[in-house]
């Protein structure tokens, strides 16, 4: 049964007036028999493997706009809800696992995963798959919770094509230049259903490449698109707002940041996050 508006403002967030709620996120649409909503199993290739990919396909005709939604390390929280809710907006929803990750073949590499986000990127854009899935590759919007944050900021900074980005509690993992035991354990804490790497392997490499992997190296970039910026109580918050601070001071910078009370996973604030991404989507072009 469809929620009413009464109970749609008692479950949305506190700072959102009743009248700016709107039912059709929070509801079904009407069936589409011509073109109903769908799922496409993706293989993406990416450095000689096929990545496991998904499609949450839009209901209508399109081309429908597209959200390429990216997990973070390793990837416990992949913000699938997230998807539907886009997808109910008339977004087609994209997500992947990296190579070496949740199944997807290869070895997991950090430098890897930005290549991986790249050959996502040129597979939506390849005219054959744009017409299969129904989408518009000129409206490609990146989006990132935690490491995806930052695999989705190191991308928009190198793609001036997209239409804009997401971070959601996200983690640079450029910079860090810390003692090599707290990076090994923490790399330790966060590598199950990774293939290939150790965590004195997956430290090293965030090491060796401080500077490389450091966002913030050409966040003047990111000045030529949307940028959306939500951060959460999770101690990460500073390493996103200085970012999104260095784009804003960049001329014609369209940034706007977000921070919510709530943990790294946004765990108690699920409707709160789909309203926030959902009504920057629609500011967009």
């Not at 079904?28 to 293989?43: F, I, R, S, T, Y």
């Not at 429908?64 to 390793?74: D, F, I, S, W």
């Not at 890897?112 to 518009?136: M, Q, S, T």
Request: glycine share 10%; aromatic share 4%; net charge negative.
């Amino acid at each position: 049964m469809a929620l009413g508006l009464a109970a749609l403002a008692a479950a949305a967030p506190a700072h959102v007036p009743p009248a700016q709620i709107d039912p059709a996120v929070y509801t079904d649409p009407p069936h589409d028999k011509a073109h109903p909503a769908g799922m496409e199993v993706l293989h993406i290739p990416s450095g000689g493997v096929s990545l496991n990919g998904v499609a949450y396909t839009a209901a209508g005709p399109g081309p429908h706009p597209v959200l390429v939604l990216m997990h973070g390390l390793p990837g416990n929280e992949k913000n699938l809800d997230l998807a539907q809710a886009v997808r109910r907006a008339g977004w087609t929803v994209v997500t992947f696992n990296y190579r070496g990750s949740w199944g997807s073949p290869g070895r997991f590499s950090f430098a890897g995963n930005l290549a991986d986000a790249r050959a996502v990127l040129a597979f939506l854009r390849d005219p054959a798959e744009a017409a299969k899935l129904g989408i518009d590759p000129k409206r490609l919007v990146v989006a990132g919770h935690s490491m995806g944050g930052w695999v989705a900021a190191m991308t928009a900074e190198r793609d001036p094509s997209l239409a804009g980005a997401i971070l959601i509690s996200a983690a640079n993992m450029g910079g860090r230049t810390g003692p090599r035991a707290e990076t090994v354990a923490l790399m330790a804490d966060n590598m199950e259903s990774l293939a290939g790497v150790t965590a004195q392997g997956m430290a090293d490499e965030v090491i060796a490449h401080a500077a490389a992997f450091d966002w913030t190296a050409a966040a003047a970039r990111l000045a030529g698109k949307p940028l959306l910026v939500l951060t959460s109580d999770d101690g990460l918050a500073p390493e996103a707002g200085a970012l999104a601070a260095r784009v804003k001071a960049e001329p014609g910078a369209r940034v706007a940041v977000v921070h919510a009370a709530t943990d790294h996973g946004w765990s108690g604030t699920r409707i709160r996050l789909e309203h926030e991404v959902i009504s920057w989507l629609r500011t967009l072009p």
